[in-house]
């Protein structure tokens, strides 16, 4: 889809399908289609077939109506122009990291980079001969100082997805731009929806669908999206060389999360807001790392960059509780569940060890990362309460 198209509201593109049935029959969903064999009508069609080429099929795993529709759908969703699909999110960065790094290159990552995205730079380092760098993602056009001849790729995240911070994406964008490096962003916090990337300068959108675009806390699957061709080409090169495939189950599953995908962020968003409020004003509670709240780092990037929140946040205790009781804190709570993951209609919670995950952390309070989900905030607050009341 061009991302010219007459300008329709994103509540309205949620709601489009391109798909074409068959003649004489007529219905909203998309068909599944399950192939791994695709078939040719002679052999001239099978010497002629480019799996290249979205607008024809040479074999279930380059692509059929069905992962063609989720991957057309998520580009116009985005404002970009190409989008592949992969296995999970983190499958994903591995495509682009792949895709675009090669023995002897330098990768620039955010030190509150998605932690498998972390480890993923550290055994390129480690073991394939690249070089991965951290950077404070505060750093903004700083970055330009820690470019080499070598760098690649900067990944970004905005905002990260356990420390909240958000990046100044324009001035990397610019500073990468300038000597030639690509930008990657991790925008699954926004799902899309929020923050508008390409606009920003963003060359590379990855989206964890596994969150809010499937939102049903039952789908692992991941994209990668793009303005430009040759550059989509690179990444369409690794996912055909991974042998990344996607179940049409689940992908049905994603296309069918696409019509209250905003109904369900804004939801999320409103919910999260309150409950962070509420949190904020709690004497247990040192800082709220919610972009939407001052307190969070970059709150004024968030302000001028983003139009909405999502369900995802997260506290430091006050520094005098100590780890043991904010673990029975979140052992007490009854709706919130323990676990990873977000997007989901279920609330949920996990502690983590910011001070082990980070070089430069200073904070000594105990993190805590809440996934808001559909549940009335009333019902969650009053459980937030009962819980904090362990803590004395
Ligand atoms: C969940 C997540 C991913 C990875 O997605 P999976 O499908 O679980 O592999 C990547 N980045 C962020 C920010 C995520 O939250």
Redesign the pocket.
Known sequence: MPAESPKKSLQTLLTATEYRPPAGFAAFPTAIHHASTVLFKDVAALRAGNWQDKSGYTYGLHGTPTTFTLEARLAEIEGGQHCLLAP????A?AMVDLALLKSGDDVLLPDNV?N??RELGNWLARDFGISARYYDPLIGSGIAALIQPNTQLIWT?APG?VSMEVPDLPAICRAAHERGVLVAL?N??SAGIALRAFDLGVDIVMQ????YQSGGSDV???AVITRDKSLNHKIELAHMRLGFGVSADDVYLVLRGLATMKLRFDAHDAGARKVATWLKARPEIGRVLHPALADCPGHAIWQRDFSGAGGLFSVLFDARYSEAQTDRFVDSLRLFKIGY??GGANSLCVPYRIQTMRRDWTDAGQLVRFNIGLEDPADLIADLEQALLTLA
């Open positions: 999970s999110g983190l499958a960065i998605y498998p995205n995240e997805s991790d699954t916090w964890a669908l596994t969150k692992l699957m991941g993951s977000w």
